[in-house]
């Protein structure tokens, strides 16, 4: 026991001469520093230079809490944390606009096994791999990147590079790296709160993106130009490499479910289908027991996106709901393509809409629905007169009307905004403007 203190003390004053030998720089000349039993490396040194490495120099971490805390503040520039395992597999961390000071970035990483296991649970723990509603652990690169913070009130705007080792993408897992791009686990943000999942799932168009996260670099073991979505902004997560193509008969993009009020609405996407005849919808109070509520037709054989949507009218009252999406071959074989859970809170059924006004005294209308769901907008005077009226169906899953007030004298109106699930009805102040 002597011995082992004796070894740590050592240690600490190796690391501190180099730290200030070197001005506050971690020099790792051919060295290999290795973090073990939830050590913590500081880096008090704002400059991307504060670490330097040679090609055979690194920090094994191996551990989601064997972490490097770099104290990086309000600066920017490229920060390359050199993990280290049978070679370098570094953290690229480049910085184009700064955050608030202070600040500083939390950095682990660890291998698994071809199932990887065990799931990383540094908070939010992450739950599942289930990508595009099947298990995906055969498409993941064997490594989990797990980033946090500390301080940054104020995250910075950062661009994200994972390098991997060959043995971490090796059989039995089923990975093309020319496909390979990035995932995090965070918030789902068409979700009750605290529900989380791998965002984006592969092409998730859902919510905002176009394609995935990153571009493969197979040459060099890496994904580079990962920049995190703007509601993920900093990129603070727990990180995953997947290779985004799937061989499915219907290759499914997503699906999500999430609340309109105290109701429910599903969308799902996929990129392809081979002889699809219907989606079955399914719902359950207990996750055991199901009961069909929705029958959607199907693109039957196609090699473009198909974007389907339902809401569903039902009154949980506050309780949790199960839904299950199965689709259906012409020949009658079918496939379950996933299982969603969501408690929708009745407390909550305005949280869809938002009735503001601009500078120039316009109303804004910000309408969350699910596609085609048909809507009615009316304005009131105080008098009861209709100043304003606009009916139609949702074009998108996010909507944003602007009411033009020109010529309205200043007074109080009324706006009222119903759908088929929601309404919401909210007074406003137009001041007349001079102009």
Known sequence: MKLKSLYFIIIFLIFSFVLKSQNNLLNLKDTKVTLKNNVVLVINQPSPNGIIATSNGGIVSEGDLNRVVWKINNNTGTYTIPFWQTSRIDLVYQITTAGSSPGALIASTRSTGADNLPLPTVSPAVEDLNINGANGSYYVVDRYWILRKEGWSTNPVATLSFKYQDNEIASPNTISEANLSAQLWGQDPYASPGTYSWVPDAFDVFQGYSTALGTADAANNRV????????????????????????????????????????????????????????????????????????????????????????????????????????????????????????????????????????????????????????????????????????????????????????????????????????????????????
């Not at 105290?262 to 207990?286: F, G, P, Q």
């Not at 037709?297 to 039902?314: C, I, K, L, M, R």
């Not at 899953?397 to 088929?420: H, K």
């Not at 309404?423 to 001079?434: A, L, R, W």
């Open 224 to 435: 580079t130009n990962v920049v995190p979505p703007s509601a993920y902004k900093g990129g603070f997560y727990t990180w995953i490499l997947v290779d985004k193509a799937h061989p499915l008969p219907v290759t499914l993009l997503y699906f999500k479910v999430y609340c309109v009020g105290k109701y429910v609405a599903l969308k799902w996407e996929t990129a392809s289908e081979i002889n699809c005849d219907y989606y079955l919808v399914e719902r359950s109070s207990d996750g055991i027991s199901w009961e069909p509520v929705a029958y959607i037709q199907g693109a039957g054989n196609s090699n473009e996106v198909s974007t389907y949507s339902w809401a569903d009218n039902f009154d949980s009252n506050g309780s949790a709901l199960y839904y299950r999406l199965t689709q259906f071959d012409y020949n009658g074989e079918y496939e379950v393509l996933g299982i969603q859970s969501i408690l929708c809170n009745a407390a909550a059924d305005d949280s869809w809409i938002t009735i503001n006004t601009d500078i120039l005294n316009n109303i804004l209308i910000n309408f969350t629905a699910t596609e085609g769901e048909p809507y009615e907008i009316k304005v009131f005077n105080l008098l009861g007169e209709l100043m304003y009226f606009q009916s139609g169906t949702v074009e998108n899953s996010i909507e944003q009307f602007v009411i033009p007030t020109y010529g309205w004298a200043s007074s109080i109106y009324l706006v009222d905004v119903r759908s088929s699930l929601v309404n919401k009805t909210q007074k406003v102040y137009i001041q007349e403007m001079d102009y």
